[in-house]
């Protein structure tokens, strides 16, 4: 579901409910999330954090990268962590919905096949080559107008998936900076209003960049897909229970990297300080 804008909604249907409807809707929603491969991704995404946190500190850190700095990191990118809090808020932002037309969905063959096509992709992207082969192949995609590569831009419309990473990557970026500012790394005449100006100065590069993304890893991702099985994705996509699947997931995962961005911001502030002084 790509990388996954909003404050977490406490379902009144969740929290007044007996407590044994509670601990089966959980338990749904715990299935649920195997059934979306979501520990594996949350693995994957550790993987990008600490690249990232590497390429950080070059840009960042007066004395790059160290030792230190990659245990901070990691930390930051703890799995055990970053799992909980997606469940949690998913608990939250799905309560009442009908997880059991979701299940149904990723559980068929269909189903398993596209989970375990996104986890695949998700982990080649891991490689420099491989995502700008795939970037390349989507570019001519786009520009062919192939079948496969509208059948795709169905797919991003109906998800909303440019609007909702644009608005998450800006999302995390202003709390980069918050935690940036907190830290007591940024000069004096840095706010959060400044830094909100300066974030959305952003937002066309970022379009740009999501844009490139998304359509990149969707194609790879989704290439060994029949017409058949990606159009029963695109349907289920459009159902209520699609729709509903696809705000918690963004809300969620929202959350949890918007609270990485922010732990990243404190962290390089502490290490940019340590290492001036």
Not at 100 to 113: I, Q, S, Y
Not at 187 to 208: F, I
Not at 222 to 236: C, G, K, W
């Amino acid at each position: 579901m790509i990388r996954f804008a909003t404050s977490f909604v406490f379902a009144a249907s969740l929290t007044v409910a007996p407590v044994w409807a509670q601990s089966a809707d959980e338990a749904k929603v715990e299935r649920l999330l195997q059934a979306l491969g979501m520990p594996q991704m949350i693995e994957i995404m550790r993987e990008e954090g600490l690249s990232y946190g590497e390429t950080l500190a070059t840009e960042m850190l007066p004395g790059g990268t160290s030792a230190e700095w990659s245990m901070a990191v990691s930390s930051i990118y703890d799995t055990d962590v970053m799992y909980e809090e997606l469940q949690g808020a998913f608990i939250e932002e799905i309560a009442g919905d009908d997880i059991d037309a979701m299940l149904d969905f990723f559980t068929t063959d269909t189903g398993v096949k596209i989970i375990g096509l996104e986890i695949s992709a998700r982990q080649a992207l891991l490689d420099e080559a491989v995502e700008e082969a795939s970037k390349e192949a989507a570019a001519i995609a786009k520009m062919d107008k192939t079948p496969r590569f509208e059948m795709v831009e169905e797919f991003v419309a109906v998800n909303d998936l440019i609007e909702a990473n644009v608005v998450g990557a800006l999302n995390s970026s202003y709390a980069f900076y918050t935690g940036l500012i907190d830290g007591g790394a940024m000069p004096a005449g840095v706010t959060a209003e400044t830094a909100l100006r300066d974030v959305w100065l952003q937002e066309p590069e970022l379009r740009e960049e999501t844009t490139e993304w998304v359509y990149s890893f969707l194609l790879m991702a989704y290439q060994p897909l029949s017409d058949a099985e990606l159009q029963a994705y695109i349907d289920f996509s459009k159902s209520e229970a699609g729709q509903d699947m696809s705000d918690a997931l963004f809300a969620a995962f929202d959350g949890m990297f918007d609270d990485i961005s922010r732990g990243l911001g404190l962290a390089s502030s502490r290490f940019m300080i340590s290492q001036e002084l």
